[in-house]
């Protein structure tokens, strides 16, 4: 009679032959010594970690290795920020059954995270690949629009769609209504060059001008004497577009918006291990009914909206624990 082989034997031989594929991937992906290898490095090893830790789910490696760019780094964006999760000492669980990309139970509260890295539609291409010695211009809103769009998409993955035709994770009783809900938006495929960048036109992170109505510094002159007058964000409450309707820059003072607790805005993509910096921030819901304490996630700067009058809020920032 032939042996039958237990569930956790098969396991282990299904894990390595991930790890081998991944590896064998990521070495075409990344070929060579020196920073490359640390980068590929780096990237197999957060993968495998999250393969082993059972975190990924059955289409992780079939989807990383596939060759298509957006899913690899929607992968990628995944492994990473569990690692940097696990590096501040959260506990994470696989969500089961089809539910967001993590769970943390922390003191007995749910805290779901859904991760996405939105792909740069829309974008010049002057940007994503700068030559030497020529001049750009910042399209500022055309990267907004592609945060606003990850972070729409992945709000009608908690609530549902607006027309009815979606169900969201809250209808399934996948999230429960006093389950804490943040969407985790990685930028790296939206930057220019090597350089990573999570700030827009305002100097301020793109998620915090994506879920508040805050546009460019400017100044105001008195048109006789030239002497500035005042100065101050502009007040957007909405981004243009090339075609169709203005899209709305204030989910956060949008009730609809209430069971969101924060956008969790990173720029990763394996180079911190060649000593690049890797900007983290969080941006709070003032209006959120199940808000998450601020220090909770790993961050260089966090974002808090405090309310000043009954139709007013103060932005303020607030170092990081990643700073400390």
């Not at 994506?210 to 502009?234: C, D, E, S």
Request: proline share 7%; hydrophobic share 35%; net charge neutral.
């Amino acid at each position: 009679m032939g042996r039958l082989r237990s569930t956790s034997a098969v396991s282990a031989i299904e894990i390595y032959m991930d790890e081998k594929h991944i590896e064998s991937f990521l070495l075409q992906r990344y070929p060579g010594n020196g920073r490359r290898q640390a980068v590929r490095e780096y990237i197999a090893s957060a993968c495998n970690d999250f393969v082993q830790s059972g975190l990924a789910d059955s289409n992780f490696t079939k989807e990383l290795c596939s060759g298509s760019e957006q899913k690899f780094w929607s992968r990628v964006s995944e492994a990473l920020l569990a690692a940097r999760l696990k590096s501040i000492g959260l506990s994470l669980e696989h969500s089961p059954g089809g539910g967001p990309d993590f769970l943390v139970i922390e003191n007995g509260r749910r805290i779901w995270i859904e991760v996405i890295c939105p792909e740069p539609t829309g974008i010049p291409s002057e940007w994503m690949e700068p030559k030497m010695g020529t001049a750009i211009s910042f399209p500022h809103e055309q990267i907004l629009l592609r945060w606003t769009s990850a972070i729409k998409e992945k709000a009608e993955k908690l609530l549902g769609s607006s027309d009815g035709t979606v169900r969201g994770y809250i209808e399934k009783r996948i999230v429960a209504p006093d389950d804490s809900y943040v969407i985790a938006v990685n930028g790296c495929q939206l930057r220019s060059g090597p350089s990573p960048e999570l700030n827009g036109i305002s100097q301020l992170p793109f998620a915090v001008e994506a879920v508040f109505p805050i546009g460019p510094y400017q100044i105001t002159v008195n048109r006789k004497t030239l002497q500035q007058t005042g100065a101050g964000y502009q007040h957007r409450l909405f981004i243009s577009k090339p075609k169709g309707q203005p899209v709305p820059a204030n989910t956060f003072l949008n009730p609809k918006f209430q069971l969101i607790s924060a956008i969790w805005a990173v720029d990763l993509n394996g180079t911190s291990s060649i000593g690049s910096s890797e900007p983290m921030a969080v941006v709070h819901n003032p209006n959120a009914v199940n808000p998450i304490p601020i220090g909770f996630l790993p961050a260089h700067d966090e974002y808090v909206a405090i309310p000043i009058g009954a139709d007013e809020y103060e932005l303020n920032e607030v170092r990081g624990n990643l700073r400390h």
